[in-house]
């Protein structure tokens, strides 16, 4: 039975031919194809919730606020309003929807009105975040979805509170006009903004 080197050091002491002797190499998983992997699993993230965006607007603006036309004889929801809208307005609005089918304005305000720019923000903070690596420009655009949700959020409370008044404040109703206009103006320029970062992270890829 062939001895061990140990056994061939302890008999024949310093003269004790040892065979060479290699250890296996190292197991070493390769971890190139992690980066790879991170950035399918981002990109896949952001379609989603890009795709849920866009399937939010259609809900909101191209379903449900048409269909609510059939509840005030034809006439626009303010929220459809992009150059905003006047005291007149939302007093004829106001005569021909009754209790109930202002009711289901502030539902769909409560609702839909509240998800799309809950995601949409979410949506484009994700997309700028993937595809702009600089930190100060990446927070620029930024900005812009931040600023659509919340101008959206308090536009739904202050359509709501122009509408309930028996006699439209003129206050409210500039308030309430205001935010429309500057929601439309920022979704235009989040969306600009989130084709510009992919166009830059499509140009940086290319002149590596």
């Known amino acids: ?89 939302v007093a004829q609005l106001r005569a021909v929807m009754d209790d109930d089918a202002r009711g289901q304005l502030n539902y769909v305000h409560k609702t839909a009105g509240t998800l799309f720019p809950l995601i949409f923000g979410l949506s484009w903070l994700l997309l700028i975040g993937a ?20 101008v959206r959020l308090w536009g739904n409370v202050a359509i709501d509170a122009a509408l309930d008044s028996a006699v439209p404040v003129a206050g409210a109703v500039a308030l309430a006009s205001a935010l429309t206009i500057a929601g439309w103006m920022l979704l235009l320029l989040s969306l600009l903004a989130g084709g510009a970062a992919f166009l830059l992270s499509r140009v940086a890829r290319a002149s590596r």
């Open 131 to 150: 595809n702009v690596a600089k930190k100060g420009l990446r927070c620029a655009l930024w900005v812009l979805p931040l600023l659509f949700a919340a």
């Open 1 to 89: 039975m062939a001895k061990t080197p140990a056994q061939r050091i302890k008999k024949h002491g310093a003269k004790a031919v040892v065979p060479e002797h290699q250890l296996p190499p190292a197991i070493n998983p390769t971890t190139s194809g992690k980066p790879q992997r991170a950035r399918s699993n981002s990109n896949a993230i952001v379609i989603a919730s890009v795709v849920a965006s866009a399937f939010l607007f259609w809900y909101l603006h191209l379903l449900t606020l048409n269909q609510m036309t059939q509840l005030s004889n034809g006439m626009a929801m303010p929220d459809s309003l992009i150059g905003g809208f006047s005291a007149d307005y």
